[in-house]
């Protein structure tokens, strides 16, 4: 969760769980002597003297005044009740539009996210938490919802598009390492595997267009910077991708030494023939997608399995 978030959803349980106090105490606060003084006032403003107090004390004055206490406490209790209610509409519609105002900012950060984020979703899971008829309830049920995304990794939609754009050129260096991985495991197994056979391998077992394309590579990474001191390195470090292919599928290679490694030649072939195209990618820097890096990382999981 962003660092800025925290806060502000603390703050609106807080606030939820304000309001729900604010009504429980409301509810409990109510005086029951206030009309009995009420009643007081109004027979003594009618009579003088000593009648209104001789009146009151009557016992037909008392039923009277039982009566008329009875049923002013209950419009009081009701006219209490429905300002208590029409005040804690008020400060809920207050709360739920600073609940949905956040929820339309902000997305749950997950797999799959795309740039417009997932706020529509959360908005209509917090509606449907607000289905109910009584106010407090509502409450209770957006307090309950809010505790719930308070426990996910959020993050403000503006922010979405510098996080895929982060996550992308992580995925690229990945795919870029997994690569060089694989390459550099192709070029052990190879070389591991052909020069027992033979001292002079690579003229025995490579195919002489690999021999040659490599003889070029070589000379020219060589040329290009003649001040430095070489490092002499075989010619299998200067293969293609697409050439361990074919040293690997090469007839005599494949029955004698990779049958045994990679199993299944339809199989291998395949899977060197698709990272082929998403190296080429890799080497003139354009962006993978992300199949691509999937279909990258598996393979190669596959290909290394293979090699041990």
């Not at 997305?107 to 908005?123: D, F, P, T």
Request: proline residues 2%; hydrophobic residues 35%.
């Amino acid at each position: 969760m962003s660092d800025a978030l925290k806060p502000k959803i603390e703050y609106l349980i807080q606030k939820g769980n304000s309001i729900l106090d604010w009504q429980y105490q409301s509810d409990t606060s109510k005086s029951q002597s206030e009309p009995l003084r009420e009643l007081v006032q109004d027979v003594k403003s009618t009579f003088w003297g000593d009648m209104a107090t001789d009146l009151f004390e009557t016992s037909f004055a008392g039923k009277t005044a039982r009566k008329y206490i009875k049923l002013k406490n209950q419009k009081q209790k009701v006219a209490e009740r429905q300002g208590i209610i029409k005040t804690l509409e008020a400060y809920y519609i207050s709360w739920a539009d600073e609940v949905k105002s956040l929820i339309s900012s902000i997305s749950i950060c997950k797999k799959g996210v795309n740039i417009k984020g997932n706020s529509r979703i959360l908005l209509k899971k917090f509606l449907v938490t607000q289905h109910f008829s009584k106010v407090e309830t509502k409450i209770r049920h957006g307090i309950a919802f809010l505790e719930e995304l308070e426990c996910e990794q959020l993050v403000y939609n503006i922010d979405i598009p510098q996080l895929l754009q982060k996550e992308g050129e992580i995925k690229q260096e990945e795919a870029y390492s997994a690569l060089k991985h694989l390459e550099t495991r192709l070029r052990g197994l190879i070389q591991s595997k052909l020069s027992p056979l033979s001292n002079n391998w690579w003229k025995e077992r490579i195919p002489s267009d690999v021999q040659q394309r490599a003889q070029e590579r070589k000379n020219r990474n060589e040329g290009l910077y003649p001040w430095y001191e070489q490092r002499d390195l075989h010619l299998i470090f200067y293969v293609d991708f697409t050439d361990y292919s074919k040293i690997i599928l090469r007839k005599d290679n494949w029955e004698q030494i990779f049958s045994k490694v990679f199993k299944d030649k339809e199989i291998v072939s395949a899977k060197l023939k698709e990272l082929e195209h998403i190296r080429n990618n890799i080497a003139h820097s354009r962006e993978l997608k992300h199949q691509e890096i999937q279909k990258l990382v598996l393979y190669s999981k596959d290909l290394l399995f293979c090699i041990g």
